[in-house]
């Protein structure tokens, strides 16, 4: 397993030579306050919740060593329920009662965006978001470090693909007019161009849409045999099982890394069987006999009594990245030390099944699309791009 640290001295070095500990917020002898706003009660909490269990299983075994270089890690959630006042409720809270030193896990395109206004000012970092916006690397991009792939490469790559194997011409969108749903929009749109198909349609919706007859008949007149899909996760499945009882079984479906969850894909009755999506990681349930996927599911099921669903994965890595920078920062942690080591990192990530590889002008930590369906209840993996 390649698993390894640039430049490691000379991060060492720059935590040694950076300013006081007084100046950096969020950081004691004893404590460094890393917070989250996160979405545990709206149309993204089957993402949110499972994701803060994750991050907190692997923080609560940090702790229990000592914590990173002496200090405990105090991880500060605050629920948005996907709606932007709360959002920035959150944030303002976290950045001026927590004293926050780093953000982790943020969940929402727009909800992301806004809050930059208020972390960009103070340099705060903001890590690993819930979110595969293209603009989650905007300028200034300095304190900005995303995981995996964009949502646009996704749903370029899963149109390609679904084209490539159906024969699929026509293709279409069903979106929030959000951030979030634009940027679907605009790579399905590159799939198009780059694959020679037609564009046919789009239909528009509000987060608490769930009718989606008359959308779908709209899309089925205009011969729509591709259609992505950038709504909550509750739509999607909703959208998937209306096609089906409306007969339109010559359509597929694709959503991103925003649909690519356990429960899509365990809904009973198999009502989202042939169900797409691309992410930048691979399933956990099917790589549950892996040594660090299985040591994952052990672990989880020992602490929550439960099994742990697809994005608990993504937190306990995101938990473990965090993690790794802190420690390479060194005991003398500033927000200059902490950006230099997250650029320094270069490691395979088993859990998640990706690569992840940052630098000074690289904070995307991997690229690589993975086009799963689903399968009886799981999902299959049966196209990836590096």
Known sequence: MKHFIRNAAAVGLLGLAAPGLAQTQGVSDTEVVIGSVNDLSGIFAAVGVPATKGANLFFDKINAGGGVHGRQIRYVVED????????????????????VFAMLQSLGTPMNLAGFKLLDPKGIPNVAPLTAARQMLQEPMRNKFTSFSTYFDQARVGVTYLAGEFGGTEVCTMYLPTDFGTEILEGTKAGVEEAGLT?????????????FVGSLGKLNEAGCDIVTIALGVRQAITVVGTA??????????????????????????????????AASWQDLWARADEPAPKAFIEEYRAA???????????????????????????????????????????????????????GP??????????????????????????
């Open 80 to 99: 948005n329920g996907y709606q932007m006042p709360r959002a920035m409720q959150g944030y303002n809270k976290l950045l001026n009662r927590d004293k």
């Open 199 to 211: 564009f046919a349609a789009e239909t528009t919706h509000k987060p608490d849409e769930t009718d």
């Open 244 to 277: 089906k009882k409306m007969g339109l079984t010559d359509m597929k479906f694709l959503g991103t890394s925003a649909s690519f969850l356990t429960v899509v894909a365990q809904v009973p009755g198999g009502v989202t069987d042939g169900f797409y999506a």
């Open 304 to 358: 929550h009594g439960e099994d742990p669903a697809g994005f608990a994965m993504l937190g306990y890595s995101a938990a473990k990245m965090m993690v790794m920078a802190l420690e390479a920062a060194g005991p003398d942690l500033t927000h200059d030390s902490f950006i230099a080591a997250m650029e320094s990192l270069d490691y395979t990530d088993d859990l998640v099944g990706n690569d992840i590889d940052y």
């Open 361 to 386: 002008d690289d904070h995307q930590g991997a690229d690589a699309v993975y086009v799963s369906v689903v399968e009886n209840g799981g999902w299959k993996k049966v196209h990836e791009t590096q």
